[in-house]
């Protein structure tokens, strides 16, 4: 839940949350439900219990986020669903700088509260961030969200995003891959000043990279 108090917040609460489902996916000992199930409870109010028969799930991790500035409050808990008895839960209030630190800490509590042993590969996927640079995951964040509106006039926003992303990291694939979505899309459309070579340029850029 973004408790931001601002609507154009949004974003930074479900990337965080897309993360977060993206980091418990990796260890194989756990089923977790897509990000498109998860994110289709947004807004709804529903018992633990129920919640879990319906997305056939033991365990549910809710919580919020709270932005300002640089500083970000985020809380979460986690709720075994038959029985809605809380096995942990934790409040984080930091600067932006720590935001990957954060989301380590809730994928490791949640690892640990379920007793749960990590392969020396899945601790390494979980604490493997796709750059190390706060403002660069920021502006991905919203050019990732602004990439599944489908819209043809965003498309050029986010190419600038992505060039300043791949200014402030030069090594971060996942921005040279959505920099080459944007480029190629806005190439196939003919928008003048694209480039398909450019569009090429990004994508080969991300997989040497990744």
Same mark, same amino acid.
């Given at each position: 839940v973004n408790l931001s108090g601002d609507p154009e917040q949004e974003y930074f609460s479900d990337g965080v949350t897309e993360d977060i489902i993206t980091d418990l996916g990796r260890v194989a000992a756990l089923y977790v439900v897509s990000r498109n199930a998860a994110f289709?409870?947004? /807004?709804?109010? !529903? $018992? $633990?219990?129920?919640? /879990?028969?319906?997305?056939? !799930?033991?365990?549910?991790?809710e919580g919020s986020v709270r932005r300002s500035g640089a500083r970000v409050r985020i809380t979460a808990q986690l709720v075994e669903a038959a029985t809605d008895t809380q096995l942990w839960a934790d409040r984080f209030d930091r600067t932006l700088e720590d935001i990957f630190a954060i989301q380590d800490e809730i994928s490791h509590a949640i690892v640990d509260a379920l007793k749960i042993r990590l392969a020396p590969a899945e601790k390494k996927a979980i604490e493997q961030r796709v750059t190390s640079n706060a403002e660069a995951y920021e502006l991905y964040l919203l050019a990732r969200r602004f990439s599944r509106t489908g819209s043809e006039r965003i498309q050029p926003l986010i190419v600038r995003l992505c060039n300043r992303m791949v200014e402030l990291d030069p090594d971060f694939a996942l921005a040279w891959a959505q920099l080459s979505f944007a480029e190629g899309d806005l190439s196939q459309r003919g928008v003048p000043g694209s480039s398909w070579e450019r569009a090429l340029a990004a994508a080969d850029r991300a997989l040497a990279l990744d």
């Open positions: 289709a409870l947004k /807004g709804r109010t !529903v $018992a $633990a219990a129920q919640l /879990g028969h319906e997305q056939n !799930v033991s365990y549910i991790l």
